[in-house]
């Protein structure tokens, strides 16, 4: 790795957006991943190489810290932050196919739900980890779901519930998503649920926290 | 508008459990801080949808829960109860739904009364819809009118205690703590809860008042426990967590300045705090609420608590029966434990007991600690205006930490201790005036509330 891909690849790992933000405080003053990105581009760094060989280590080492329990969320949010300063720069690749994100993700709190601190959270995460989020809320019907799902075929789904009352449109929004595109893969996520109600209502997964679930979704992908 | 410029219980050894200055007497014949501990049980349907298909079975299921409730209390000859009848959100999207549960309790807790002359109240807590939206309107819209028609209906029907968590200023929150800023945490606790807070419970009293029954109390649920939510599961830091309490006590204090005369809610773990301040009684729950949530305050919770709450159990079957019977039986053992030392006149020890058996184990916990809870109490009331109390509360809350640190009361983590740096810096930069922190709010936040939802 270049001595500037490093430079980068750690504004990412501590959160350092730009040359304004004062945190963290010891990299003060110095350039962040929104100077550099452009900076490495100028210097004719290949997008790709910027995003994998950079980027994504700096992801992946805050994450890796928080399953040690040595960063906590705060820690992994700030550092997509300065992913998503260093990715508005990539966007126009993006666009022109010439780099890929990894793939579309909606998400969204089920029918009559308005939990969304939870949902929120991984969504922030997904999309410093270079997916392209769909957000459809909270109260969202099923129909909504298989509705955006046709704009997005290749997209997984996310679904969140905090409630014993709520969790159940779980399995009718599941059965609806499979019955139109049954390979999608569907994953839940909410303080009442559990791998095996995952399985009962034929969802593709539970994931209690969101770094393992976004290590699960970079395996399948 | 109640000012309160000083505290009602100002000495930590008057702090106790089941003594409130100002008692509240409500429903058939219960007073609560009359000197005893009551038992609040709580309770909710099993895994199931709400519909107008499956409402027979919702009736059903709260008959049975109601039955089996009050034939174990005969049982255990509770001194008296409050039942807590918290709504699903279709009991509010609907508000005639919500009413026939109230009416459905309340006819049971009438009977019960009169066939054996145990005292007992019923609380409603409405479940705040405003938040549908995105950024919430909070003072218009339909889920504002549901929510309030929500309370005047459950007033109708037989409520003795209003309450609710609302969630003004949760949107800014939400966001401020999953960044583990502390400023944009305290200034949307302090300006824009605050003014919600105040807006909503002079209609709330306004209600109480017309049927002639109690205000009771708001919790800062939505903040601080999904905050020690947080923390406990690794997430967050336990220094945040536990500011983060100490900064929505003048938010759920702004209920009391409307009218509101307690018990305040159960998961309000502020509770110590108000009591300090208004000398109303609180409602507490701690390890009896487990079957909900795991949380590091089980038994200090109850150091203070007027009543004892398990928060919320599902009616499912265990070995020994339907489980919101358990946990009545659960709970009014706890109460007689309690009741036996403040007969005794060893409330205090028993309190103290309390308090010792959490501290080491958890800084959350020592914002629950009587001689803190003072402290931070003074700091509210030295101070005037929602941001003013909510800086200083957090302030007075960071020197105990620190103090107990350097004493090894208690101990942290390393990384905790990073955090202590961090939020030492977010306080000293914190403005001092209530329109900066706004200004500071609208930059980093502007895009998630709307300043008319607060009357700004």
């Known amino acids: 790795m270049s001595d500037l891909l490093e430079k980068l690849s750690i504004c990412i790992e501590r959160g350092k957006v730009n040359e304004q933000s004062p945190f963290p405080p010891d990299l003060k003053g110095e350039l962040g991943a929104d100077e550099l990105t452009k900076q490495a581009l100028d210097e004719g760094i290949a997008p790709e190489a910027i995003l994998n060989e950079s980027l994504m280590i700096g992801m992946r080492k805050v994450g890796d810290k928080f399953e040690e329990g040595k960063a906590f969320i705060p820690d992994m949010l700030i550092a997509a932050k300065a992913m998503n300063a260093a990715m508005a720069h990539l966007k126009p690749f993006f666009e022109s196919g010439e780099v890929e994100l990894k793939g579309d993700f909606i998400i969204g709190t089920v029918a009559g739900d308005l939990h969304d601190i939870g949902k929120n959270i991984v969504r922030m995460v997904l999309t410093g980890g270079g997916w392209n989020v769909i957000d459809l809320g909270t109260d969202v019907k099923a129909d909504k779901f298989v509705e955006t799902l046709q704009q997005y075929p290749n997209a997984h789904v996310g679904m969140s519930a905090l409630l014993t009352t709520t969790m159940m449109q779980m399995e009718t929004t599941t059965k609806a998503i499979k019955e139109v595109s049954p390979n999608t893969k569907v994953y839940v996520g909410g303080a009442p649920l559990s791998q095996d109600f995952s399985d009962k209502i034929g969802a593709d997964g539970y994931f209690p926290d969101p770094n393992k679930f976004i290590k699960h979704l970079a395996a399948v992908a | 508008m109640k000012n309160y410029s000083k505290l009602t219980i100002a000495n930590h050894e008057e702090l106790v459990m089941g003594i409130s200055p100002h008692p509240v007497r409500c429903g058939n014949d219960l007073t609560i801080g009359d000197g005893k501990v009551y038992p609040e049980i709580n309770f909710t349907l099993p895994t199931m949808l709400i519909t107008k298909e499956t409402f027979g079975e919702v009736r059903k299921h709260y008959t049975e829960m109601m039955s089996n409730i009050l034939e174990r209390s005969k049982h255990l000859n509770v001194p008296g109860l409050v039942v807590e009848f918290e709504q699903l959100p279709p009991m509010t999207e609907t508000p005639e739904w919500g009413a026939e549960i109230t009416e459905l309790i309340k006819t049971k807790l009438n009977k019960f009364y009169d066939e ?299 990384i905790e201790r990073e955090w202590m740096d961090k939020l030492k810096k977010a306080i000293d930069a914190m403005a001092d005036s209530e329109e900066e922190a706004l200004d500071y709010l609208k930059t980093m936040y502007g895009d998630v509330f709307k300043p008319e939802a607060y009357g700004l």
């Open chain 2, 116 to 414: 054996t002359n145990i005292p007992n109240a019923l609380r409603v807590t409405v479940l705040d819809l405003r938040d549908a939206d995105h950024p919430p309107l909070l003072r218009s819209g339909e889920p504002t009118e549901k929510t309030l028609k929500g309370f005047e209906l459950c007033a109708q029907a037989g409520a003795d205690i209003l309450s609710i968590e609302s969630v003004g200023g949760k949107e800014v929150h939400d966001q401020a703590l999953m960044y583990g800023d502390l400023y944009g945490m305290v200034a949307s606790l302090g300006i824009l809860a605050h003014r919600d807070m105040s807006w909503l419970w002079n209609q709330i009293t306004e209600i109480a008042n017309k049927y002639d029954i109690i205000s009771g109390g708001d919790s800062a649920c939505g903040f601080s426990n999904t905050a020690m939510q947080l923390a406990g599961q690794g997430m967050l830091p336990s220094v945040l967590a536990a500011l983060d309490r100490a900064a929505s006590a003048p938010r759920s204090l702004a209920a009391f300045e409307q009218g509101a005369v307690g018990p305040s809610k159960d998961c309000a773990y502020e509770g110590p705090i108000i009591k300090a301040i208004t000398g109303y009684p609180i409602s507490m729950e701690g390890k009896s609420a487990c079957c909900a949530h795991f949380s590091p305050l089980g038994n200090i919770a109850a150091a203070t608590a007027d009543l004892w709450s398990n928060e919320s159990v599902q009616n499912v079957r265990l070995l020994s029966g339907n489980a919101p019977e358990a946990f009545m039986e659960l709970l009014t053992y706890d109460c007689r434990l309690y009741n036996t030392a403040l007969d005794e006149g060893n409330a205090l020890m028993m309190r103290n007991m309390l308090v010792k058996s959490d501290i080491p184990h958890s800084v959350e916990a020592l914002m629950l600690e009587p001689k803190v809870v003072i402290e931070i109490a003074q700091s509210i009331v030295k101070n005037k205006g929602g941001y003013n109390q909510t800086k200083a509360s957090v302030q007075t809350a960071f020197t105990a930490i620190e103090n107990a640190l350097q004493q090894n009361v208690l101990s942290i983590s390393n």
